[in-house]
């Protein structure tokens, strides 16, 4: 389930996204997409706990030379942290 929020960026889209896990966290997520057709769609994977706008600089430069790029937030980090804080849950056997 993605709930899209569309801005331009000059000749670039810019869409926000959220992507709804099976557990019904929401992940926050940036698509740019390129004017023209793309040669290929680029994933970017974040270091733990740094917010996907710090590759934003990378991912504006990735689509100017015509790729999609798309960056998220990892669980439990800025804006995919759900309501009432912690979204990391985990169990040590």
């Known amino acids: 389930m993605f709930h899209f929020a569309k801005q331009s960026f000059g000749k670039m889209k810019h869409e926000k996204l959220k992507i709804k896990c099976e ?3 929401e ?4 698509i740019l997409i390129p004017s023209g057709q793309p040669k290929a769609v680029v994933q970017i ?7 996907k706008e710090y590759y ?3 991912a504006n430069y ?5 790729f ?9 980090v800025c804006e995919s942290t759900p309501e009432g804080g912690c979204g990391v849950v ?3 056997m």
């Open 27 to 30: 992940l926050s997520a940036i």
């Open 68 to 76: 999609v790029a798309c960056v998220f937030d990892y669980r439990g």
């Open 90 to 92: 985990s169990t040590i």
């Open 62 to 66: 990735l689509v100017e030379n015509g």
């Open 56 to 58: 934003l600089p990378f």
């Open 45 to 51: 994977n974040s270091a733990t706990a740094v917010p």
């Open 23 to 25: 557990d019904d966290v």
